[in-house]
């Protein structure tokens, strides 16, 4: 039978009870006090109506209660749905729309608009509120039981499409979540995980149950302050940090410090990192900063092993229990260098799209999930990331569909046309950068103002351009890769 996270949390409780597992913002919490916790959220789910299988929202920043609110949730046998609280008023509403949460815990600025947008769930605001209502609820185990085939994590991509997927997860892979990274980053019980990314983010929440399986400790802050950062680190003794290589090229961007030098960290999971790797380990005096492959869909699939000399273009060999395969278009194999889909045989993949039967079908050749992504995989089984199917932009961590941007700057009046693409930014990664045809008179300013409105910050484009025509194929659709390529050889944006 497959081991719940709820079994490895009821595990480490017997075997490190009065050990720190959460630090944050000078709070301490230790595995029992949080089962305990825990306990009080779950039964507090179930007094306001949570039922097996319900959604339950959790829209809020970093804060002790969104880790108690978690596991509660899946204690009550319901389906924790993370999202950033951040999101535009289109695309919150789409979402909780379709998840159809029953409870949603979220920020007290976002009260209103999350009960305009999901007016039959509950809205629960964190502070005085949620406290009372935790208070009043029994610290006893709640009378749920959960197996390996209920469903545990409701998770939104970035559509390609321009509507968000629900991917949904099952707690037969949310049990094995985490446990890869315990041999590959040589994770042992007296490591203590620091992650400055968001909650909601994949990095923190894979940090939080790396070190759960380790029977570690998980330190994260309310954000990410770069100047707070080397005090963090010696404050909390952190010695491995889950980050994102937009971070790290922050912090090489600062002035070395004392603190800096004598810093306890020794590994570094940094997504996007391989640009800053080498300056890394030289500055930080890590032993080894690693790399991964994986995606929402697929959960992590590679990571470069420690004490690996890195190959450039790679992020390493499949994680124990995960295989991969490059496919072509009609699921045959493809040799080894030969570029194709890079598809996955995982127990870390989705169940399913949630609601949607058409996307699950396509999304699988058989066992093997369909990642969207192209890539190779060398004689060692290494696999090298060529390029994505799914027209994203990745800028600091975020993923961001340009459909949807595109789909909104449409919207607008005097828009006739608009193509959105990533354009290399030496610290995001990408940036976002509009190609506009107008139809009447219309200014940079207007639509800065008019996306702003209606999108998240991070999805706004920060450059523009005014054209008379895009580049089209004879079937009439744009042909972002030229746009594209025009930026990568250094024809400058108009900056917005």
């Known amino acids: 039978m497959a081991e719940l996270v709820l079994d490895v949390l009821s595990d480490r409780v017997s075997r490190y009870g009065a050990k720190p597992f959460l630090r944050h913002e000078g709070r301490v919490v230790s595995y029992s006090d949080f ?64 998840a159809e949460p029953r409870v949603v815990f979220a920020r007290a600025e976002d009260r209103e608009r999350i009960a305009r947008v999901a007016p039959k769930a509950r809205v629960v605001t964190a502070g005085a509120e949620l406290a009372e209502l935790l208070r009043g609820a029994s610290p006893e185990p709640p009378p749920v039981r959960v197996t390996a085939e209920d469903a545990s994590t409701l998770l939104y991509t970035s559509g390609t499409t321009g509507t968000p997927k629900g991917v949904l997860f099952r707690h037969r892979s949310t049990g094995a979540a985490g446990r890869h990274f315990l041999e590959a980053l040589r994770i042992v019980p007296e490591d203590t995980i620091l992650a400055v990314t968001p909650l909601f983010h994949g990095n923190a929440w894979g940090a939080a149950v790396t070190a759960l399986q380790a029977g570690a400790t998980f330190a994260f802050p309310e954000t990410f302050h770069a100047s707070r950062f080397w005090p963090l680190v010696h404050e909390c003794r952190a010695t491995v940090l889950y980050t994102l290589g937009t971070i790290l090229a922050i912090l090489l961007q600062q002035e070395p410090s004392e603190l800096e030098r004598t810093n306890p960290l020794r590994v570094v999971l940094g997504l996007g990192s391989a640009p800053v790797r080498d300056e890394v380990l030289r500055r930080f005096g890590v032993e080894h900063v690693a790399e991964c492959y994986g995606s929402t869909d697929a959960g992590v699939v590679t990571i470069t092993p420690f004490g690996a000399s890195p190959r450039p273009g790679s992020a390493g060999p499949p994680v124990p229990g995960v295989e991969v395969r490059i496919l072509d278009d009609e699921g045959r194999e493809l040799p080894v260098g030969e570029v194709g889909e890079i598809c996955v045989r995982s127990p870390h993949r989705l169940a399913e799209y949630f609601r949607d039967p058409e996307e699950t079908r396509r999304a699988f050749f058989g066992e093997w999930f369909r990642t969207g992504d192209l890539g190779y995989l060398d004689r060692d089984g290494w696999l090298y990331f060529v390029d994505r199917k799914k027209d994203i932009i990745r800028r600091g961590g975020e993923n961001i569909s340009s459909v949807l941007v595109e789909k909104t700057l449409r919207e607008h009046p005097a828009v006739a046309e608009v193509a959105v693409v990533g354009v290399p930014d030496p610290v995001l990664g990408q940036e976002v950068k509009a190609f506009v045809v107008p139809r009447a008179p219309v200014t940079e300013e207007e639509l800065r103002a008019f996306a702003s409105a209606r999108l998240a910050r991070f999805q706004v484009p920060r450059f523009w351009e005014f054209r008379d025509s895009l580049p089209k194929t004879s079937t009439q659709r744009v042909e972002k890769y030229k746009l594209r390529e025009e930026a990568s050889r250094g024809r400058k944006p108009l900056l917005g």
């Open 35 to 98: 089962d305990v916790e825990t306990n009080r959220a779950a039964n507090l789910l179930l007094r306001l109506g949570l039922e097996k299988g319900d959604r339950a929202t959790l829209a809020l920043g970093n804060r002790l209660e969104y880790l108690v609110l978690a596991f509660g949730i899946l204690k009550a046998g319901g389906v924790f749905h993370p999202i950033n609280p951040a999101l535009g008023d289109a695309e919150l509403s789409y979402v909780l729309g379709h």
